[in-house]
């Protein structure tokens, strides 16, 4: 499956995190160009996947993820988290950032999505309010690659 399909059909899965069309729109353009890692059930079906974008030589970010809810704590965010820092590790990455909503705006989804990549090793750096637009606050957190 082409990645922007694949892309669609997992963020279509879960509009309480992608229900901003315009946006979600963007990263199914997007995800066509950027390394992307997908997870399958055993028929074939998506689950899961996770695109990132390359920023410079050694910083990248994860720029979009997402998993089909009903797999949800089932390993597989880790499995893709895990795949893209294996990739990057190969080609001498050593920082990886990830933007989510942040913790001042409360919604329980995006609470466990910040738990998550906490679990997974990262740290909030900076929450950035004005670039997702009033009421979206952004996280910006960060791990190390070494």
């Given at each position: ?6 892309c ?5 899965a ?8 315009s946006?979600t729109?963007e990263y199914?353009?997007?995800?066509s ?10 028929s ?11 920023h410079?030589?050694r910083?990248?970010?994860i720029?979009?993820m ?24 190969e ?7 990830v933007?989510?909503l ?13 738990l ?6 990262f740290?909030a750096?900076?929450?950035i ?9 952004c996280?910006?957190m960060?791990?190390?690659?070494r």
């Amino acid at each position: 499956m082409e990645r922007s399909q694949l892309c669609a059909s997992i963020l279509r899965a879960v509009p309480e995190w992608f229900g901003i069309e315009s946006a979600t729109a963007e990263y199914i353009r997007g995800v066509s160009e950027l390394p992307t890692f997908a997870s399958r059930d055993d028929s074939g079906r998506a689950t899961g996947f996770l695109s990132l974008k390359l920023h410079t030589q050694r910083a990248a970010e994860i720029w979009v993820m997402a998993v089909l809810p009903e797999r949800h704590r089932t390993g597989i965010g880790r499995t893709l988290v895990a795949a893209a820092e294996s990739y990057l590790r190969e080609r001498s990455f050593e920082l990886l950032q990830v933007k989510t909503l942040g913790p001042t705006h409360p919604n329980e989804g995006y609470g466990r999505t910040r738990l998550f990549y906490e679990g997974v090793g990262f740290l909030a750096l900076e929450e950035i309010h004005g670039l997702w637009g009033p009421d979206n606050p952004c996280l910006v957190m960060v791990k190390t690659l070494r």
